[in-house]
């Protein structure tokens, strides 16, 4: 049983856009969370991206208000000088993505959850889709 989940940006737009054909794995994967099956992880980089595209698509109030409603059941992580470093010299090719990996491994998670689970090739931790996860869980 996987534990210690951290969750990708691409998750949450997925769910607070209404993204198909995605929406649903990755608000059956929230719901997971927020039942405490699996512990949530996301990236404090990750808050102020998905806070800024969500204010860009529907105003400051209904992203803050998203934002807030996931923070339940989601523990935000700090990206530190370390994860940035890391990244910057890593071989991912998108150093976002860069971030994200090391921001989970310097916090300890157990794998890694993404729609764009190529973006993550040189992981050394496990990387599912929202989909692959839930399979483990049922």
């Known amino acids: 049983m996987i534990n210690r989940v951290f969750v990708d940006s691409d998750v949450i737009l997925d769910v607070a856009l209404a993204r198909k054909p ?14 405490g099956r699996a512990v949530g992880f996301i990236s404090s980089n990750s808050i102020a991206n998905i806070y800024y595209i969500l204010r860009k698509a529907g105003g400051d109030h209904d992203a803050r208000k998203f934002l807030l409603s996931i923070l339940k059941y989601l523990t935000v ?54 989909i692959e996860l839930l399979s483990g869980y049922e």
């Not at 995605?22 to 039942?35: G, I, K, P, W």
């Not at 010299?89 to 764009?116: L, M, P």
């Open 77 to 130: 992580i700090s990206t530190d000088h370390n994860s940035i470093s890391n990244a910057l010299k890593s071989a991912f090719t998108d150093f976002e993505d860069g971030i994200q990996y090391f921001t989970a491994v310097s916090n300890q998670c157990s794998c890694i959850v993404t729609r764009n689970v190529e973006d993550y090739k040189k992981s050394e931790l496990n990387v599912y889709s929202p």
């Open 22 to 35: 995605f929406v649903e794995a990755s608000r059956m994967l929230l719901s997971l969370l927020e039942d």
